[in-house]
């Protein structure tokens, strides 16, 4: 699998003790610690680096 092919597809958890007394909602809370990097930055640097490629100012080497 492409690194880049799993930026932007953070898993989402369910946190059920934290809405135990909550009738009828389910919590959700996204794992961002399962990012590439560890990091929620990864959007953005993903975003950076490819607008720096489609406007040649980043170039092999």
């Known amino acids: ?3 880049l092919e799993t930026i932007g597809a953070t898993p ?3 946190l059920p003790s934290f809405a135990a ?3 009828g ?3 959700l809370a996204k794992a ?3 990012n ?3 990091s929620v930055k990864d ?3 993903k975003a950076m ?3 720096g490629i489609a406007r040649g100012l980043l170039t092999p080497g």
């Open 12 to 14: 989402l958890i369910t």
């Open 32 to 34: 961002e610690f399962m």
């Open 25 to 27: 909602v389910t919590l």
């Open 36 to 38: 590439p990097s560890g």
């Open 1 to 3: 699998m492409n690194l």
């Open 49 to 51: 680096v490819l607008d």
């Open 43 to 45: 959007r953005a640097a």
């Open 21 to 23: 007394e909550l009738p």
